[in-house]
Each structure stands twice: as structure tokens, then as C-alpha cells.
Nanobody, 114 residues
Framework: VQLVESGGGLVQPGGSLRLSCAASGLRFNRYVMNWYRQGPGKERELVAVITSVGGSTDYADSVKGRFFISRDNDKNTVYLQMNSLKPEDTGVYYC????????WGQGTQVTVSS
């Protein structure tokens, strides 16, 4: 199983980024997909969830209304659209797949700074 994140980078406050996570080696459409993040000196926290069937979503309170998770089961990819970014959104963002077992990507750095 391999999860590969991309799309991170440096962005000014108020800007947007779109993260992608490409999955391989698993039956993607059976997995709940999650985005986590870990800020400097902070514990890893769950940011967004999308279910395997129906695509229901849920978000951490800190990102509701600004971040949007989606998935394309044909492309085995999950996305995180991040808008109105704040400095406190800075961190390493990780993709996680959960069903039979739990798998993690290597993470992608997001830095929000002027």
C-alpha cells in the first residue's frame, strides 16, 4: 500500500492550496480517507474525514467552512481544498486510509506566512 501526498507549499494568509493523496495497492473505494496535520510542537490532529460509501464528510471545528475534502474513486485519489488559510494551519499534512488496517502517507508541508 502506498499513499503519496502532494500540493503543499508556502502560501500567504488568506490564500488557498489543494492537497492531493494518490493511493495504490488497496481497494480505495472501501477505505475511509482522512487528512491529519501536525503543527510545530503540536500533536497530530484529525482535520477532515470522508467515508467510503456516500462520501459523507466531517471536519475539525478549526477548519469548518474553509477546508473541503473530496475523493475520486476512479482515480484512487483524495483531495483537501484549503481556503482562507491562516498561520495556525501551518504544519505537515498527512493522508490516512482506514478500513482493514490503517495506512499513512509521508506527509506534505504547508506553511502559511507573509
Amino acid at each position: 500500500v502506498q499513499l503519496v501526498e502532494s500540493g503543499g507549499g508556502l502560501v500567504q494568509p488568506g490564500g488557498s492550496l489543494r492537497l492531493s493523496c494518490a493511493a495504490s495497492g488497496l481497494r480505495f473505494n472501501r477505505y475511509v480517507m482522512n487528512w491529519y496535520r501536525q503543527g510545530p510542537g503540536k500533536e497530530r490532529e484529525l482535520v477532515a474525514v470522508i467515508t467510503s460509501v456516500g462520501g459523507s464528510t466531517d471536519y475539525a471545528d478549526s477548519v469548518k467552512g474553509r477546508f473541503f475534502i473530496s475523493r475520486d474513486n476512479d482515480k484512487n485519489t483524495v483531495y483537501l481544498q484549503m481556503n482562507s488559510l491562516k498561520p495556525e494551519d501551518t504544519g505537515v499534512y498527512y493522508c490516512n486510509a482506514r478500513y482493514v488496517g490503517s495506512y499513512w502517507g509521508q506527509g506534505t508541508q504547508v506553511t502559511v506566512s507573509s
